[in-house]
């Protein structure tokens, strides 16, 4: 099959209508399409006239829809087929297969992304790319930025759940200049589901450890108006002791689309409550945590030729942190538990001019983050109260405002891409020192089927609330802290096959000032300080196979990775470092998706991973080395029309294993559960 002619025929004929949404092809899967040079572009270039009426999970899926699926590579509208980055996408029919409940299990299965999940099913996740630290990770939702500025640890704290996730973009690798500061050593989109087939669904799930959750969806059309709206509530009574938690999830989404203007409003909110045992800290096992985060964007888009695209967005986040959960059992020095509320506003604007000579790309974009706190930022003259708490105050407060301004262009002739950038930031926080970050990427196919990728990106991260203010029995932050920086530099070769696709991709990354949690021997305090330079290089292999091509229909495919990473970094003798220096050296993933019985089939995934580093066990405060370990996990699918059954087992040989200090992860958990989807 000829990919380059295919990727050439559909952008100017087959898909050209459909470029420049940030829905693009996903959104018309289940459209009617009326105009016969479309279809027949599908079914003269590709050859699938069998294989296109069969299920949306085949080979055909992955490699029609995800070639001309827009993503958020560059600050100019930009195909997947097109990206000179490494760019991972999970789609929607991996998303239905996979063997995993919440976005956290998903991305464990990725090549040099590190998952170190503290609570299961969406509680609480440390995720990290070619091992960076968990602060350095810009999550967008729909394109929007919702980092949370007060800790990674929240970044993750969604208001959608599985059932509204359309797909997931991953961008490896440094991507400040083209979403700003703090996509340091990658970003993660995540893009919910509006279609023009009306629907409605239901789901419902329950399993081990008293585990339930329900959840509904709507997708409905008026016109040139597409609403989205969903709901979910889970919860479980724990798998040790302290380790219950209770999730809802609220989501709305609007879009209006007439002619070449278009707007996207989404708002959502999400409560989490869960026990915390030995999340932040061993030394005290019963600690308690509940957030509250609300959501919001509005974004625009017009021109025919040249594309304005403005966007405001705003973010509130409530945190109330429990050392001890039962007041009861607090020793007399526990003056009372932390309360934090950031709020971050933001807005952005860009435009793509399309020339003679490929695209030119300018926007800008300012941002404001600000923190009450009884525990994070300085002194405030006159204390308020916490909203929603009784008898409590906030005592300190923080602000921050961050200014950036981009310049792109892409150019494409033949077989060459380059796209080549610059943001200039400065920061109220660094005094408004202005500071540049460039890069480049460029790809270049060889053949119709084999491409080759190279970039160079510098990138920026600001320390966190928690990394400059932070206080607490076991930790101390540090105002002095200077932001990181890196510059990195990668190449590889990405194939686009008929019957198997893959890439082969090395980088490495000089990193400064990077920032670190860690104590001395004898030290008494976790501190935070930049450990100066650390310079890491990996490599990444993975391939998908679809062996339907080769006539044997009982596998319908198999997909391996592996990945590994060095930092040589050599700490002092008896530092502790807490995330940086603790890093995935291998990381091995297989998995198989076959048949069983007619609409039964099943998928496997085995997980490998090797950790460098160590963690002081608090009993007697030995070091001990972090141990690899394998996990196997199950899901048997029966599907048919608009029904799903499904039952699942994660860690199924039930083993016992550890990725963050003395947080025993779960053993082997079953579930089970349906989802109904009705078209009208």
């Not at 920026?460 to 607490?472: H, V």
């Not at 590994?564 to 993933?589: A, T």
Request: net charge negative; with cysteine; glycine share 8%.
């Amino acid at each position: 099959m000829n990919i380059k002619k295919y990727f050439s025929i559909s952008e100017k004929l087959v898909f050209k209508r459909w470029q420049h949404r940030g829905y693009a092809v996903f959104n018309t899967l289940h459209r009617e399409v009326k105009i016969g040079t479309l279809a027949a572009a599908y079914f003269i270039c590709l050859g699938y006239l069998n294989t296109f009426a069969q299920t949306e999970t085949d080979s055909i899926t992955n490699k029609i829809r995800l070639a001309e699926v827009e993503v958020v590579a560059h600050r100019a509208p930009s195909l997947y087929s097109e990206a000179g980055r490494l760019i991972t996408v999970i789609p929607r029919s991996d998303i239905e297969t996979l063997p995993v409940q919440s976005v956290q299990g998903l991305l464990k299965y990725v090549m040099n992304v590190d998952v170190r999940e503290r609570g299961p099913l969406g509680v609480q996740a440390d995720l990290s790319l070619r091992g960076g630290s968990f602060d350095q990770v810009m999550i967008l939702l729909n394109g929007i930025n919702i980092t949370d500025p007060q800790t990674g640890h929240h970044n993750l704290n969604l208001p959608v759940d599985l059932n509204s996730i359309e797909r997931i973009e991953i961008i490896e690798g440094p991507a400040s200049r083209v979403h700003g500061p703090n996509a340091f050593s990658g970003a993660v989109n995540i893009v919910t589901g509006t279609s023009r087939q009306n629907r409605v669904s239901a789901s419902a799930m329950t399993g081990d450890n008293g585990l339930y959750r329900a959840g509904a969806t709507l997708n409905h059309n008026l016109g040139s108006i597409t609403s989205y709206l969903s709901a979910s509530k889970g919860a479980s009574d724990g798998y040790i002791e302290n380790t219950d938690f209770d999730i809802l999830n609220l989501f709305y989404q609007l879009r209006y689309r007439k002619d070449n203007e278009a707007l996207n409003f989404q708002t959502g909110y999400t409560n989490k409550a869960f026990g915390a045992n030995s999340f932040y800290t061993s030394v005290y096992p019963d600690q308690f945590e509940e957030t509250h985060t609300f959501f919001s964007s509005l974004g625009f888009e017009t021109g025919k030729k040249i594309l304005l695209k403005p966007s405001v967005y705003w973010r509130r986040h409530h945190d109330r942190f429990e050392l001890f959960r039962d007041s009861d059992d607090a020793p007399d020095w526990y003056s009372g538990h932390n309360y934090h509320l950031t709020d971050v506003f933001g807005a952005d604007v860009n435009v793509t001019i399309p020339w003679q000579f490929g695209k030119t790309s300018l926007g800008g974009e300012v941002r404001s983050e600000n923190i009450w706190s009884n525990n994070i930022g300085n002194d405030m003259n006159q204390p308020i109260d916490v909203p929603g708490e009784g008898n409590v105050e906030f005592t300190k407060s923080y602000s921050r405002n961050n200014t950036s301004v981009f310049f792109e262009h892409n150019f494409k002739s033949g077989n060459l891409s380059v796209s080549g950038g610059i943001m200039a930031n400065f920061n109220s926080g660094l005094d408004y020192r202005l500071n540049w970050f460039p890069g480049v990427d460029v790809s270049y196919w060889l053949s119709t089927n084999l491409k080759w990728l190279a970039s160079y990106n510098r990138s920026l991260r600001m320390p966190t609330f928690t990394d400059l203010f932070y206080e607490g029995p076991t930790n101390e932050g540090n105002p002095e802290l200077e932001p990181e920086e890196a510059a990195t530099v990668e190449a590889g070769f990405k194939y686009v096959g008929k019957a198997f696709t893959g890439h082969l991709n090395g980088f490495y990354r000089k990193g400064t000032n990077l920032i670190d949690w860690g104590r001395r021997t004898g030290d008494d305090k976790y501190t935070t300080s930049n450990v100066n330079e650390i310079d890491a290089r990996g490599i990444e292999i993975s391939t998908t196979l679809f062996p339907q091509e080769f006539g044997l229909s009982v596998i319908e495919m198999v997909s391996a990775g592996y990945s590994w990473l060095d930092q040589d970094k050599n700490p002092e003798e008896g530092y502790e470092s807490v995330y940086v220096l603790n890093h995935l050296i291998h990381k091995l993933n297989l998995g198989i998706r076959h048949k069983i019985f007619r609409d039964l089939s099943a998928r496997w995934n085995f997980l490998y991973q090797d950790r460098a580093g160590h963690f002081l066990r608090s009993s007697d405060n030995a070091q001990v080395e972090y141990k690899p370990f394998l996990l196997t996990d199950l899901r048997i699918i029966w599907q048919k029309g608009g029904w799903q059954v499904f039952a699942e087992a994660a860690n199924l040989f039930d083993r016992e294993y550890y990725d963050m200090g003395e947080l025993e992860r779960p053993g082997r958990w079953i579930k089970g559960g349906v989802n109904f989807t009705l078209k009208y």
